[in-house]
């Protein structure tokens, strides 16, 4: 049976350590290239940017792929470490 990305993504298990954001933004950063980095590249969609250039992150629903890290630490994300423990994603389907 082939399923879709967004059907695997669907039966993943997240545990979200809601006193404790694993990855953090800064909004300061006034680089809308920076920010669109990434918007376009996060594979789950979790950045959203508004029509007034500031940049919305759930991590809630992060892969912790850790794409976001590589591509802007130190300039749009200003905190990126693996959540705490057993919180994070459970992944169901590999």
């Known amino acids: 049976m082939n399923m879709s990305i967004e059907e695997k993504l669907g039966v993943d298990k997240y545990l979200v350590d809601e006193n404790n954001a694993h990855i953090e933004i800064d909004n300061t950063h006034s680089d809308i290239q920076e920010k669109m ?3 376009n590249a996060c594979p789950a969609g979790l950045y959203k940017l508004s029509d007034d250039g500031t940049l919305s992150f759930d ?3 992060c892969l912790e792929c850790g ?3 590589i ?3 130190g300039k749009v994300v200003s905190k990126w470490e693996f959540p705490l423990g057993t919180m994070g994603i459970e992944y169901r389907l590999g």
């Open 37 to 39: 980095k990434l918007v």
């Open 59 to 61: 991590y809630a629903g």
């Open 67 to 69: 794409t976001c890290r």
């Open 71 to 73: 591509l802007s630490m």
